[in-house]
């Protein structure tokens, strides 16, 4: 009996696998009439939507064949991965809107300027969406429905959705990571049964590292909408702005044993600066979602789970910019087929319901439209009564490359600001002219200003779905205060104006003897490996010194000597020239190596700089996010070679190709024994181990390094507690990212270019490294008071009170260096980027003197 029972199981998954792969348009549209002249997606892609996953080749194909056949659809193309793929936009609305469609977006954008919105008749206006698709390329079934949206969005005869088009404007974007959609639909179509396998343990249900989540370089990129770091995340927030949608629509896959989730998120998470009608019309929208799902009998739920507190995702964004975001989370097939808590969980089952909510948010948006528009008006125009707090921000950095990025960001998030022509003291901090942004708080964007200055440590709610602080200043390490009116007056600031990149120049022509670059340019490392790379000997100051015509130089100073190289003094003047153009460094000609108060050019001071060869270990137990991090700063900014080393291959591999090797937070068991024994005679051979986090465990475990971590304990632990309070206490111990203050030396070669000893460092772990009982071996240490923005629970900021944030230890003539923190933190925390290049080109030199 027990046999036969198995057998019909397995004889209905079968059939059920058989029966999941025959679906067509009458599954997943309403029972209505369509325009035969426009292509219904399987005349163009070659298969109904849902028997495989659609790859973006085949879904650019079909946008454009539908644009080319509807009057209801505009295409254009607005920008491009890192892999080359377009990123499309579709503009979806009634041919009477398309023809005064500028117009329109003229119109529309008045909403947000004060002056103006006060005279607009809302009763006219159309409503404007953004509808976005599967951010993360592995949560597909978003970019599948937007297939079936769009079609009937250009198909539809029914009168209503007519009607719907001609009040409102859709922006349409059918994929929002192209690189990860494509990624993960190879993988899973490459790997289908004809009779489809609903086994969790199936290859097809399971993707290999790094995944299809991520784009290129395995950035999360629904984490990017605030720092804007990447070429994808651009192009939105250029649609974003040129626009301003009332609503945005973002829809994602969570697990497979979930239902289907909307927002709101819960109430006690949301930020304090988005106002309390932003939440009250998402509840009502919600009441649509609900109304379709109900309709079709899918279970889902809402005010759970999630949450509307960092303003960096594409739900939240819209919420600190006049709009409603709207997060859509389906549970995930992962595959065809996959079995569930919730019974088989089909694909085409995941694609139905999302198409169901994106049609039920055109509806909630028509019905709620000038609730929407008078909700984004009323939105700007509070925003002015509300800056009278603080009148301005100063920001400011010696490096023009810091001020230019940082005014980058304003500009994308349409933010006004000026550059000071004048140096001012200002409450103790020197200001000077070209090096310091003066942002007035009196204008439209002031919530997102001061989202973007604030400094938080009080919070309703202990527990984030993301991190709890992301001060961008802090992150550039920027000096930063506010102004009132009166210390305004004091400063000369020039028109606001594009800010254009730093150009690089030889100050003083053509070196008679060397030339000096400074440390403190955050391209400056990118400057140094092309200098190496052209064959040229360089020397890093590791003592202050005077040049030859008075000028001044600290640690960390690059000296490239006209003497003894292989290219003529003409050559090398001519590589300086268009290197410094290239990389926006100045240069200073030095006529001579005589310092007679301090360090001549050619003391032992001066320290020979070789090449880095580099390798970063990859692959399963790594944290893919944090490698390509890494991935990125070598390869997009720094422009330096990397290669990326699978953990399984370490052990056949020749190390010594390598200077230095990273270990980013994750597990290493996969290196093997033959592995860890490569990695420690590599070591010991006068190799740089640079690793992260739990990588720094990991190579405790080894034997390379004695790290010692602080164990955290709840002194209450014993105590009788609630069962269903479990998840809220467990939750609030986590550290989801804040950022703390630490005090560094400055003489040390990790912190060459810094000239301050204090610097925000961002956190998301529970590592806390003791210090070392040799003082020189501690380069930076957390402060007594270190919580400078976000939430961390008592017990792990005592904890965190005087350790250490980096260690140094050293094996045989070998150098490990161990970090606590992520410094590359999603590509946007500038102001550590520098120590970790430091650990690249000077880890090597750290005296063994000051290591543990």
């Not at 505009?74 to 023809?99: K, V």
């Not at 200002?426 to 001061?450: A, H, S, W």
């Not at 720094?638 to 270990?663: A, E, Q």
């Amino acid at each position: 009996m027990y046999h036969l029972r198995s057998l019909i199981l397995f004889f209905l998954i079968s059939c059920a696998g058989t029966l999941f792969a025959q679906v067509n348009l009458s599954y997943y549209l309403p029972e209505e009439t369509f325009d035969s002249d426009i292509p219904a997606p399987a005349d163009v892609i070659g298969h109904e939507v849902g028997e495989w996953h659609i790859t973006h080749d085949k879904l650019v194909q079909y946008m454009y064949a539908l644009a080319a056949k509807s009057d209801r659809i505009t295409i254009m193309e607005t920008g491009r991965t890192f892999e080359g793929r377009p990123l499309l936009l579709l503009t979806i609305t009634d041919p009477s809107n398309h023809a005064q469609l500028e117009d329109i977006r003229t119109r529309h954008l008045e909403l947000s300027d004060p002056e103006k919105s006060k005279n607009l008749n809302l009763a006219d206006m159309p409503a404007v969406i953004y509808m976005g698709f599967s951010i993360h390329g592995n949560e597909p079934s978003g970019s599948n429905a937007s297939l079936l949206a769009a079609y009937y969005f250009a198909a539809s005869t029914n009168p209503q959705i007519k009607e719907a088009l001609k009040n409102t404007v859709i922006l349409f974007d059918p994929s929002f990571n192209p690189d990860g959609l494509q990624r993960f639909a190879a993988w899973v179509n490459s790997r289908k049964s004809q009779v489809l396998s609903s086994n969790p343990e199936n290859q097809e249900q399971n993707e290999p590292w790094p995944r299809g989540r991520t784009n290129h370089y395995w950035f999360d990129l629904n984490r990017d909408w605030l720092p804007v770091q990447l070429p994808e995340s651009q192009a939105r927030l250029k649609t974003f702005h040129n626009w301003k949608p009332n609503v945005l629509t973002d829809h994602h896959e969570m697990g497979t044993n979930s239902t289907f989730f909307f927002q709101p998120g819960i109430p006690s998470r949301n930020n304090p600066l988005t106002p309390a009608r932003t939440f009250e019309l998402t509840e009502e929208i919600g009441k649509y979602h609900a109304a379709a799902l109900d309709s079709i009998g899918s279970l889902y739920f809402t005010k759970e789970n999630y949450d509307d507190f960092y303003y960096g995702k594409g739900s939240t964004y819209p919420d600190i910019n006049g709009g409603i975001g709207i997060l859509f989370e389906q549970a995930s097939s992962r595959g065809h087929l996959q079995e569930s808590d919730n019974g088989l969980l089909s694909f085409p089952f995941t694609i139905r319901n999302q198409l169901n909510t994106a049609l039920s948010t055109l509806r909630a948006v028509n019905a709620l439209r000038v609730d929407l528009l008078e909700h984004q008006r009323d939105f700007y125009s509070s925003a002015l009564s509300g800056s009278s707090a603080e009148n301005a921000y100063l920001a400011s950095s010696s490096d023009p490359w810091i001020v230019y990025h940082f005014a980058r960001l304003l500009e994308t998030h349409q933010i006004k600001y000026s550059v000071s022509t004048s140096r001012q003291k200002i409450n103790g901090t020197d200001y000077n002219p070209g090096e310091t942004l003066l942002i007035p708080t009196n204008q439209p964007q002031y919530r997102l200003i001061k989202s973007i200055f604030e400094r938080r440590t009080s919070f309703t709610d202990s527990l984030f779905y993301d991190i709890s602080a992301w001060n961008m200043p802090m992150a550039f390490n920027m000096d930063y205060q506010t102004v009132s009116t009166k210390e305004m007056g004091k400063i000369s600031a020039g028109e606001s104006k594009k800010a254009e990149p730093p150009t690089g120049r030889v100050t003083g022509g053509k070196a008679g003897y060397a030339y000096a670059f400074d440390w403190n340019n955050y391209y400056a490392p990118a400057l140094l490996y092309h200098l190496l790379d052209k064959n040229l000997r360089l020397k890093v100051a590791t003592e202050p010194f005077n040049g030859s015509e008075g000028s001044q130089f600290s640690r960390g100073t690059l000296i490239l000597p006209l003497g003894n190289q292989s290219l003529s003094s003409d050559s090398i003047h001519a590589i300086v020239e268009r290197a410094v153009s290239e990389y926006g460094v100045t240069a200073y000609a030095l006529n001579s190596g005589l310092d007679l108060e301090g360090k001549s050019l050619g003391s032992p001071s001066f320290k020979s700089l070789e090449s880095p060869r580099v390798a970063l270990l990859v692959g399963d137990g790594v944290n893919s996010y944090e490698a390509g991090e890494v991935w990125h700063l070598f390869d997009e900014r720094m422009k330096i070679p990397l290669t990326l080393l699978p953990t399984d291959r370490v052990g056949r591999s020749d190390l010594s190709r390598y200077s230095t090797i990273i270990m980013v937070n994750g597990s290493y068991g996969s290196l093997g024994d033959r592995g860890k024994d490569q990695l420690r005679s590599w070591v010991q051979q006068g190799g740089v181990l640079i690793a992260v986090k739990n990588a720094v465990s990991a190579m405790n475990g080894m034997g390379l390094g004695n790290f010692k971590f602080r164990s955290i304990s709840n002194s209450d632990s014993s105590k009788q507690r609630s069962y269903s309070d479990l998840s809220a206490e467990r939750g609030a111990e986590e550290l989801g990212g804040a950022i703390f203050e630490a005090r560094i030396d400055t003489t040390h070669p990790l912190f060459y270019g810094y000239n301050k000893e204090r610097i925000a460092i961002f956190k998301n772990d529970k590592l806390f490294l003791e210090p070392s009982t040799n003082g020189f071996a501690n380069p930076i240490i957390y402060t007594k008071n270190p919580l400078l923005s976000g939430y961390i629970s008592k017990s792990s900021l005592e904890g965190l009170q005087g350790s250490s944030a980096i260690g140094v230890g050293s094996s045989g003539q070998g150098r490990i260096i161990a970090l606590t923190n992520d410094l590359n933190f999603r590509a946007f925390w500038l102001g550590t980027n520098r120590i970790f290049m430091n650990a690249v080109f000077f880890g090597g030199m750290i005296n063994s003197g000051a290591t543990r």
